[in-house]
Nanobody, 117 residues
């Protein structure tokens, strides 16, 4: 499965961006789809995830600002990011976890989000 991210860019604090992840094949049966982010020198961290039962999980620092959407019919997972802050600057990665009992998972190449004052 190939995952392609789009929608990143450079914005000011308080602005919004919507990231989109398109999968090359059906995600209908994938257990979880997620967005992670990483800054240089730090570990990759989970930003938001959504299961095939539409249970959502968020990093505390983005809760109530970011929303994850999953559209199985179009094989898309979006991340709506509102009220962006300087500390949201990172490379954002799309992740697909077909089966939590397996170590197999898929990653996109990442897309840059920069929040600058």
């Amino acid at each position: 499965v190939e995952l392609a991210e789009s929608g990143g860019g450079l914005v000011r604090p308080g602005w919004s961006l919507r990231l989109s992840c398109t999968a090359s094949e059906s995600i209908d049966n994938f257990y979880s789809m997620a967005w992670f982010r990483q800054v240089p020198g730090k570990e990759r961290e989970l930003v938001a995830s959504i299961t095939n039962g539409h249970v959502e999980k968020y990093l505390d620092s983005v809760r109530n600002r970011f929303t994850i959407y999953r559209d199985n019919a179009r094989n898309i997972v979006d991340l709506q990011m509102d009220d962006l802050k300087l500390e949201d600057t990172a490379v954002y990665f799309c992740n697909a976890d077909p089966d939590p009992s397996s170590s197999l998972e898929y990653w996109g190449r990442g897309i840059q989000v920069g929040v600058v004052s």
